[in-house]
Protein backbone atom coordinates (compact mmCIF):
# COMPACT_ATOMS: atom_id res chain seq x y z
CA UNK A 1 0.00 0.00 0.00
CA UNK A 2 0.83 3.57 -0.68
CA UNK A 3 -0.47 6.67 1.48
CA UNK A 4 -0.40 10.01 -0.16
CA UNK A 5 -0.86 13.49 1.92
CA UNK A 6 -1.10 16.27 -0.34
CA UNK A 7 0.11 19.81 0.91
CA UNK A 8 -0.02 23.62 0.39
CA UNK A 9 -3.29 24.74 -0.67
CA UNK A 10 -5.36 27.95 -0.57
CA UNK A 11 -5.99 30.78 -1.92
CA UNK A 12 -4.72 33.13 -4.10
CA UNK A 13 -5.13 36.17 -6.37
CA UNK A 14 -5.65 35.59 -10.10
CA UNK A 15 -2.08 35.87 -11.82
CA UNK A 16 -0.59 34.28 -8.72
CA UNK A 17 1.58 31.16 -7.92
CA UNK A 18 1.07 28.00 -5.73
CA UNK A 19 3.31 25.12 -4.84
CA UNK A 20 1.66 22.11 -4.14
CA UNK A 21 3.08 18.97 -2.29
CA UNK A 22 2.50 15.24 -2.37
CA UNK A 23 4.87 12.92 -0.08
CA UNK A 24 4.35 9.35 -0.47
CA UNK A 25 5.11 6.78 1.89
CA UNK A 26 4.66 2.97 2.21
CA UNK A 27 5.42 0.57 -0.61
CA UNK A 28 6.97 3.65 -2.57
CA UNK A 29 9.24 1.10 -4.41
CA UNK A 30 6.42 0.17 -6.04
CA UNK A 31 5.31 3.66 -7.89
CA UNK A 32 6.01 3.78 -11.49
CA UNK A 33 4.06 7.06 -12.08
CA UNK A 34 2.56 9.68 -9.82
CA UNK A 35 -0.22 12.72 -11.17
CA UNK A 36 -2.30 15.45 -10.37
CA UNK A 37 -6.16 15.77 -10.83
CA UNK A 38 -8.31 18.53 -10.21
CA UNK A 39 -12.12 18.75 -9.71
CA UNK A 40 -13.97 21.80 -9.35
CA UNK A 41 -17.50 21.72 -8.04
CA UNK A 42 -19.76 20.17 -10.49
CA UNK A 43 -18.14 18.77 -12.41
CA UNK A 44 -16.21 15.81 -12.78
CA UNK A 45 -12.45 15.32 -11.83
CA UNK A 46 -10.10 15.86 -14.81
CA UNK A 47 -6.32 15.19 -15.26
CA UNK A 48 -3.81 18.54 -14.83
CA UNK A 49 -0.59 16.49 -15.06
CA UNK A 50 1.76 13.29 -14.58
CA UNK A 51 5.02 12.23 -14.09
CA UNK A 52 7.29 9.18 -14.77
CA UNK A 53 9.14 8.26 -11.41
CA UNK A 54 11.99 6.73 -13.06
CA UNK A 55 12.62 8.59 -15.94
CA UNK A 56 11.09 12.09 -15.19
CA UNK A 57 9.04 12.36 -18.50
CA UNK A 58 5.87 14.66 -17.79
CA UNK A 59 2.87 15.11 -19.43
CA UNK A 60 0.35 18.06 -18.90
CA UNK A 61 -3.77 19.11 -20.00
CA UNK A 62 -4.16 21.53 -22.33
CA UNK A 63 -5.50 24.13 -19.74
CA UNK A 64 -2.26 24.28 -18.00
CA UNK A 65 0.43 23.98 -20.22
CA UNK A 66 3.32 26.31 -19.82
CA UNK A 67 1.21 28.01 -16.22
CA UNK A 68 2.10 24.28 -14.41
CA UNK A 69 4.98 22.20 -13.82
CA UNK A 70 5.42 18.75 -12.13
CA UNK A 71 8.65 17.76 -10.84
CA UNK A 72 9.40 14.98 -8.57
CA UNK A 73 12.35 14.20 -5.28
CA UNK A 74 12.64 10.80 -5.57
CA UNK A 75 14.57 10.45 -2.45
CA UNK A 76 12.00 12.39 -0.43
CA UNK A 77 9.16 10.43 -2.11
CA UNK A 78 7.58 13.77 -3.16
CA UNK A 79 6.05 15.14 -6.21
CA UNK A 80 5.34 19.04 -6.41
CA UNK A 81 3.33 20.53 -8.62
CA UNK A 82 4.15 24.33 -8.71
CA UNK A 83 1.18 26.64 -10.32
CA UNK A 84 1.70 29.91 -11.75
CA UNK A 85 -0.86 32.52 -13.25
CA UNK A 86 -3.31 31.31 -11.62
CA UNK A 87 -7.06 31.76 -12.89
CA UNK A 88 -10.03 31.43 -11.44
CA UNK A 89 -11.10 28.32 -13.28
CA UNK A 90 -8.36 26.97 -11.84
CA UNK A 91 -10.03 26.52 -8.08
CA UNK A 92 -10.49 22.56 -7.43
CA UNK A 93 -9.95 20.31 -4.88
CA UNK A 94 -6.27 18.86 -6.48
CA UNK A 95 -5.78 15.45 -5.73
CA UNK A 96 -2.40 13.59 -6.32
CA UNK A 97 -2.62 9.83 -7.29
CA UNK A 98 0.04 7.34 -7.82
CA UNK A 99 0.39 4.37 -10.13
CA UNK A 100 2.34 1.23 -10.09
CA UNK A 101 2.53 0.55 -14.10
CA UNK A 102 3.60 3.04 -16.32
CA UNK A 103 2.35 6.12 -16.71
CA UNK A 104 -1.26 7.45 -17.53
CA UNK A 105 -3.43 10.17 -17.73
CA UNK A 106 -6.36 8.30 -16.73
CA UNK A 107 -8.13 8.57 -13.47
CA UNK A 108 -9.09 5.09 -13.63
CA UNK A 109 -5.47 3.77 -13.64
CA UNK A 110 -4.54 5.55 -10.57
CA UNK A 111 -4.16 2.68 -8.10
CA UNK A 112 -3.67 5.59 -5.22
CA UNK A 113 -5.32 8.46 -4.17
CA UNK A 114 -4.55 11.34 -1.57
CA UNK A 115 -7.42 13.30 0.36
CA UNK A 116 -7.10 16.59 -2.02
CA UNK A 117 -6.23 19.94 -1.20
CA UNK A 118 -8.11 23.00 -2.28
CA UNK A 119 -7.12 25.76 -4.69
CA UNK A 120 -9.26 28.59 -4.75
CA UNK A 121 -8.56 31.48 -7.00
CA UNK A 122 -10.14 34.59 -6.41
CA UNK A 123 -10.75 36.77 -9.91
Known amino acids: QVQLVESGGGLVQAGGSLRLSCEAS????????MGWFRQAPGKEREFVTA????????YYADSVKGRFTISRDNAKNTVYLQMNSLKAEDTAAYYC????????????????WGQGTQVTVSS
Open 26 to 33: GCTFSISA
Open 97 to 112: AARRFGVTMKEADYDY
Open 51 to 58: IDWSGGNS
